[in-house]
């Protein structure tokens, strides 16, 4: 068996356990079948460390993750802890994991498998075939810039503020991880942005230009405006191949994405750092959709985004391709075979729960490796 690579699987709230137990059943399927082995831990993040450990992560785990070769992340959040001070919040464990990492590109490939094309909202002929990745900058702009608060004015009233700010450095290696990743895919590269309103998206335009010009002549590069290309993605999305962009758009627009597939239960992604001199990454994998506690504990989640997450981790994380697309397979063989969990339920296919789906990826995984 090859040498084990540390894993630290964060479960954390409502499904979250329940999809992170499917991929706990590929690991040891890989164990057995692969030879590709994981030096695994469990900690806690969310509602369950807080109620737990009194924070939404503690330093130990913290410390757990930096140790890490790779963490899997389920799910944070839920109800049961909307009132909670906002520094104590459950996503406050994960902007502090990515805080920390310093996990600064956010991938989130948006890829319609063949026989769920008509559950997307949009026409079969729009979204079929389709397979493009957002490249989103993770650990700056309005979300951690300063100044920031909630003050209270001479009148008594109350005012928000949050400050988008970027700089070169912070564009410049997130267009890089877009453009390298666009080599290997359809050489095309959107940069999106609000140049015409907002200095810090002129400044992201010119950068991501400059970048492309004296870096990566080979790359299509194309710019848009954040409102545009919303629309866009529900107007003609397969003119996408890879898209790249600042924090909050990227939030906004790879959930847009995302539904283009017909479900947040299909949707993988990975959260890269800066390669070490090893070329080592730290590296967070979670899938897309929240903790959905309203089927919490009852078998109903749909596993394959976080199984998909698992495919990243082993592609990006650990340079085991052939194994990450063995997956792949396997999920789109299942899916071939009509299994369907609830929130991707089309006529004539045969429903299963969250345990049932993990079955049958687990014996494609057996067939593939036949």
Not at 265 to 289: F, K, N, Q
Not at 340 to 368: C, F, H, N, W, Y
């Amino acid at each position: 068996m090859a040498a084990n690579k540390k894993l630290l699987i964060l479960a954390g709230d409502g499904i979250g356990p329940e999809v992170m137990r499917e991929v706990g059943r590929l690991i040891d399927w890989f164990a057995r079948r692969r030879a590709v082995g994981f030096d695994v831990s469990q900690g806690l993040v969310g509602g369950c460390a807080y109620d737990k450990e009194g924070v939404p992560l503690t330093d130990a785990t913290m410390a757990a993750a930096m140790a890490a070769d790779a963490v899997l992340l389920g799910a944070v959040g839920g109800p049961k802890w909307d009132n909670l001070p906002f520094e104590k919040k459950p996503e406050r464990g994960l902007l502090r994991l990515r805080k920390d990492m310093e996990l600064f590109a956010n991938l989130r490939p948006a890829i319609v498998f063949g026989p769920l094309a008509d559950a997307s909202t949009l026409k079969r002929e729009l979204v079929e075939g389709l397979d493009m990745l957002i490249v989103r900058e993770l650990t700056g702009g309005v979300y951690f810039g300063s100044p920031r608060g909630i003050e209270t004015l001479p009148d008594g009233t109350r005012r928000g503020i949050n400050t988008q700010v970027y700089t070169t450095p912070e564009i410049d290696r997130v267009a890089r991880v877009a453009f390298d990743l666009a080599r290997l895919r359809g050489k095309r590269v959107c940069s999106v942005e609000k140049a015409n309103v907002m200095e810090s998206g002129l400044l992201w335009r010119e950068e991501v230009q400059k970048l492309r010009d004296a870096s990566y002549s080979d790359i299509d590069l194309s710019h848009m405006y954040a409102d545009n290309c919303a629309m866009q993605l529900v107007r003609q999305p397969k003119q996408f191949d890879v898209i790249v962009t600042d924090n909050l758009f990227g939030d906004l627009l790879s959930d847009c994405a995302a539904m283009l597939t017909g479900s947040l239960g299909m949707l993988p992604s990975a959260s890269l750092g800066a390669a070490d001199a090893t070329g080592r990454r730290r590296a967070l994998y979670e899938p897309v959709h929240g903790s959905a506690p309203d089927i919490a504990g009852k078998d109903l989640a749909n596993p394959l985004a976080t199984i998909l997450s698992f495919a990243m981790m082993l592609r990006y994380s650990f340079d085991l391709g052939e194994d990450a697309t063995l997956v792949e397979k396997a999920v789109a063989a299942a899916l071939d075979r009509g299994y369907r969990t609830g929130d991707i339920m089309t006529p004539g296919a045969t429903r299963v729960s969250t345990t049932g789906m993990g079955d049958a990826v687990l014996k494609e995984l057996d067939r593939l490796a036949a």
